[in-house]
């Protein structure tokens, strides 16, 4: 039986150093041994023209575990561009239409959809071969596509990152927005805080000199950079010398919403104002001379002026009764809220999507943008709410609240938000304390 030529090398140099071993009487200790086996193999250097098995035994007897040498990566880097399609940017890039077919193709694959001028997009290609594509959809979330066989698997990467309470208190001297920004709260986060407040509080007519507001909120930081808000915890808002207080929570389901620490939900079944921050032209009034025909006409809602294109909002959920035009309404819309309650939406510019008779709508909905079709003498929304067929004072009228914490949540409610309540008492008291002094 004859041996390869290396193979009869190492035989030789083991039983020499096997001989050396029971010579200097070391024995069988193996830690010795497997000292003894390294240092020997190292005497040889593997010859370049062993097949391939021997070679790859070679290696592991020398302790290199890398089978081959590293393949040469190339990286590019692209941001998108308004007018930018993942098209364009593979041309741009010089990467194939069949690797984007097989990429968008893949469940996640249809996110890619929604790209946004802004946004960073990363190709890793070896030997001009796409090996890996990465659309960075925000420091926070990515979307990953390896090569695997003949096509590419998605996935899904997202950094969270760390959230720390922050608190931030403004009296009203103007503007909610102003007197926001001056405490150095985002517009983001100022939209929000209305949002909560919106169905007690009007924020075209209610707000007044020396209105405050205290919010306990998170600011996002990633690496120790601060990048960003996150959600609202707490918050008190006085308007007129009457507080309104609200707590977040999230219940069993997942869905997170604004309370009353006593667990009574802000949200009311229709919105005070179908607008956010317009002014109010005309208000209801059943004496009102009409600003056209001069004559003492009903006007029996309220005028809300804003620019043309300001988005419409569903006042409550409920259903389209109708979706159409007239010489006098211009398009318009009528929204019917269970038995009681309709309210209509008159001058529209035009509808929103997917917006005709019969189709559901939920609260908060977009579902047209001011204009002035119709009888208008500028762009303004004619907004209306009748009750049991009764035009009601859309600023006045009682609206029936929403659904309270369910009685089976309220412990857990009452612990998951007592700390966020206190946290927020306490940076009050601290304000009224310095403000006193």
Excluded: C
């Excluded at 097949?51 to 590293?70: C, F, H, R, V, Y």
């Excluded at 306990?216 to 990048?227: A, P, S």
């Excluded at 059943?286 to 025909?293: E, F, Q």
């Excluded at 159409?324 to 510019?349: A, C, D, P, W």
């Amino acid at each position: 039986m004859s041996f390869p030529t290396l193979h009869k090398r190492l035989i030789l140099i083991t039983g020499i150093g096997l001989l050396i071993l029971l010579l200097s009487g070391i024995g069988d200790d193996s830690d010795d041994i497997a000292k003894l086996a390294t240092h020997t193999t190292n005497l040889e250097t593997p010859n370049s023209e062993t097949n391939d098995l021997t070679a790859e035994s070679q290696a592991l007897i020398a302790g290199n575990q890398e089978k081959t040498p590293a393949t040469n990566t190339t990286t590019q880097t692209d941001k998108v561009r308004a007018g930018d399609s993942l098209a364009k940017i593979f041309a741009r890039n010089g990467h194939s239409a069949k690797d984007l077919h097989q990429i968008s193709s893949t469940k996640l694959g249809k996110q890619l959809k929604n790209i946004f001028p802004g946004n960073n997009v990363t190709f890793l290609s070896n030997e001009d071969q796409l090996v890996k594509f990465i659309y960075h959809a925000s420091r926070l979330e990515s979307l990953e596509f390896t090569r695997a066989g003949k096509g590419f698997a998605g996935e899904k990467n997202v950094v969270y990152p760390d959230r720390v309470i922050s608190y931030k208190h403004a009296t009203i001297d103007d503007s909610l927005f102003l007197s926001s920004q001056r405490a150095g709260l985002p517009d983001k986060l100022t939209m929000r805080l209305a949002q909560i407040f919106q169905w007690d509080i009007d924020f075209v007519l209610d707000i007044r000199p020396g209105d405050q507001f205290f919010v306990l909120y998170e600011e996002l930081y990633l690496d120790g950079e601060n990048i960003g808000t996150g959600a609202i915890l707490a918050a008190d808002f006085i308007n007129q010398q009457n507080t309104y207080s609200a707590v977040a929570f999230t219940n069993a389901n997942g869905n997170t919403d604004f309370y009353t620490p006593k667990g009574v939900s802000m949200r009311k079944a229709f919105l005070r104002a179908p607008v956010e921050f317009s002014r109010i032209s005309s208000s209801f009034n059943l004496r009102r001379r009409h600003p056209l025909h001069k004559t003492i006409r009903p006007h029996r809602g309220i005028d809300y002026a804003a620019p043309r294109g300001t988005p419409i909002l569903a006042a409550g959920d409920g259903r389209i009764k109708t979706a159409s035009r007239t010489n006098s309404n211009g398009r318009y819309i009528v929204i019917q809220h269970g038995e009681q309650f309709v309210t209509k939406y008159l001058h529209l510019s035009k509808f929103g999507k997917n917006i005709k008779s019969g189709r559901k709508v939920r609260q908060g909905q977009i579902i047209g943008y001011v204009g002035s079709t119709g009888w208008a003498t500028g762009p303004h929304l004619h907004y209306e709410f009748l009750v049991n067929g009764t035009h009601k004072n859309p600023r006045t009228v009682k609206l029936p609240k929403a659904e309270p914490v369910a009685e089976r949540e309220l412990a857990t409610f009452r612990a998951a938000t007592r700390q966020y309540a206190l946290l927020l008492n306490s940076y009050k008291d601290q304000i009224t304390l310095v403000t006193a002094q």
